[in-house]
């Protein structure tokens, strides 16, 4: 295909339509190679310029409009090698996505704006001549100091310095303004190293890790280990069995919080350099990763959700820890699940992969049960710990303050004598979930959504945490004028200011969305606690994956919230939370204790959870899917649809139904159209259709042809409207 006449590029382009648009080659770009596919290229679309991929390459359409150039090829070679190039065409099949929004996804910002690969090369610092000559005379004690006589025995990584320096960015920026220290680019890494911190496995351990070492090319292999069971160790041991093979791992956390210390403690461990990739790193950080991937030079990654779309062409292991997070599952634009899109990639590499978690998730539960998955388990906890003692505190007709009972505060001030550490948690951020008038029952609802607004600031701001819409909490009650307008319900907020209350000279950490804002927000709150006694305050993000060997009580508030939910999946998701959040408690050598704070001690999910642990939640639970037709017994489809008016999303959902039930079978069940559980967000109308079947393969070959019509539809420009496959929830 040398020869570039009568030859155009099919170019899949970041636009929300189901096609590829066609091109000439770029004048001054030289003849059409097959490799040209998976390259980035820039064409003139509509009134301006888009980037998209080459996707394939022919001739023309012979009665199609006269082709425009495209302006210029952006790569030397492929981005997109094959296995991500057909896993992900494979990604916008199965999401009834277009490609073009796919495959610019799966590409860092930089690149997808067009911008050359950034440089890859790892760094370290090294002191100058003068910076060694210096050294005695800088300031004793300070930062600056302490970095420069660590450097005298000779040049560190940057990723050395992220393990074992504090703060070292602001101590090494004075050196740098003084010429005391130069920045120099690092060999690759050699071969790893035998691990000198590697603890002796115990027998479940050691037997985890010799089924995985047993097998060959693609399996799935689920890690089902108690909090504090040691799965981490399980997935460093295999890590390093994957380096030693010369191959690439890959590890996905489900969020922000978790990442810093997986960094750190794989970086000290394994030997090599652990780059990172998450929302919080910026577009140039996170785009030297992916290339460094691609390029075969960074040999293990950590990353959240995208990390999923990093190329790996020498793959050799991905895990997953904590598998079954709702947080790998994207809620917005191409709704994809990381966790199952790994299994995709991995069939595809023919390598294994390994999910971790204490509390699986229910899909994959049923796949161990029809043998696709090999389970493993983990039933102790590593070393001396022991599993914490559960209390249930029946609160009912009990004085609470500010949500707490006087049992909680007994427990604390107890476990602040003994100079530990105690955990209060509730999964609701803010001072107060509502504010109501006492006297005539007016409550602060946002005019956007419908909904309650969250009293936050120690009751002075309203804010909405579904839109994001803000307002000062009036002076008196709209309606009635009257002044006694009062908080309902409690959050993190007002627990801070119970307890700051009662226990005035503990430290007292609050961790939710608002203090935790900042990179490595979460590391430094921990750290400002460090071992002194003290209480922490917190949502699910103190849930999972802190280690926090000083907590010996956790103190779980709200529990009623999750026992009566309309989410079908809402018993799963209380007892995954409790169950990780009661982890916590007693991780290291002293015992720990958990209080289950509630109006409904004798509810079944609780009865089940402390009488037979998550399994028999989990059963239990799985066979009330089954009986009610739900997933991973039916398979989902959920067409969502927004607009300013309600008639325009009823009528759009109507035609869509009308041109689905003559093409789809009878095995597959259309429910609606309906308003959505919020029917109103952001001021705009909202309702869905959801579609069930037995059967996978037959709901996708359905999608297909009916998600291409949708988009005939007259209806349809004036919504804006999704297909969410495998939806984790229907709000």
Partial sequence: MSDSSGIALRVALPVPLPREFDYLPPADAGPVRPDWVGRRVRVPFGRGEQIGIVVGLGPPAPDGPELKSALALLDDAPLLGEELFASL??????????????????????????????????????????????????????????????LLLGALSEDTLDIHVADWRAALRALAKRALVERLALPAADAVDEDPHAPTLNDEQAAALATLRAGDGF??????????????????????????????????????????QTLQRFRARL????????????????????????????????????AIFTPLPEAGLIVIDEEHDGSYKQQDGIRYHARDFALVRARALGIPVLLGSATPALESLHNVLAGRYTHLRLGKRAGDAKPPRVRVLDVRKRLLTHGLSQDVFAAIAACLARGEQALVFKNRRGYAPALLCHDCGWSAT?????????????????????????????PSCPDC??????????????LEEALATRFPDAPLIRVDRETTRHRDAIEKHLATLGDRPGILVGTQMLAKGHDLPRLTLVAVVGVDEGLYSADFRAGEKLAQLLIQVAGRAG?????????????????PLLLTLLGGGYPA???????????????????LALLRAEAPTEEAVQTFLREAKERARPAMPDAIALNGPMPAPMARRAGRARGQLLLACAQRPMLQAALRPWVAGLYELKSARKVRWSLDVDPIDLY
């Fill in 481 to 494: 004028a009257s002044l006694s307008l009062q908080p309902q319900g409690f959050g993190t907020e007002r």
């Fill in 219 to 260: 399996r799935t292999l689920l890690l089902e280990g108690v909090t504090g069971s040691g799965k981490t160790e399980v997935y460093l041991q295999a890590i390093r069995d994957c380096l030693r093979a010369g191959k690439q791992a890959l590890v996905l956390v489900p969020e922000i919080g978790l990442t810093p």
């Fill in 617 to 635: 939640v989990a059963a239990l639970e799985l066979a009330q899917r089954e009986a009610a037709g739900f997933p991973p017994y039916e398979h």
């Fill in 446 to 474: 946002c005019k956007r959504c419908d909904t309650p607004m969250t009293v936050h600031a120690g009751g002075r701001t309203l804010i909405c945490h579904h839109c994001g819409a803000r307002a000062a909490k009036p």
């Fill in 271 to 306: 030997g090599v350099p652990v780059h990172a990739m998450h929302s919080g790193l910026a577009d140039g950080e996170r785009a030297r990763s992916w290339i460094a991937m691609a390029r075969g030079e960074a040999r293990v990654l950590v990353g959240t959700r995208s």
């Fill in 89 to 150: 065409q494979w990604l916008a099949r199965y999401t009834q996505s277009p490609l073009g929004e796919v495959l610019a996804l799966a590409l860092p910002g930089v690149l997808r704006a067009g911008q050359q690969a950034p440089e890859t090369r790892a760094y370290g610092w090294q002191l100058t001549p003068a910076g060694a000559a210096a050294v005695a005379g800088l300031r004793a004690g300070s930062r600056p100091r302490r970095l420069a006589e660590r």
């Fill in 587 to 603: 991780r290291a050598n002293l015992p720990g204790e958990v209080l289950l704070q509630t109006h409904h001690p004798e509810h």
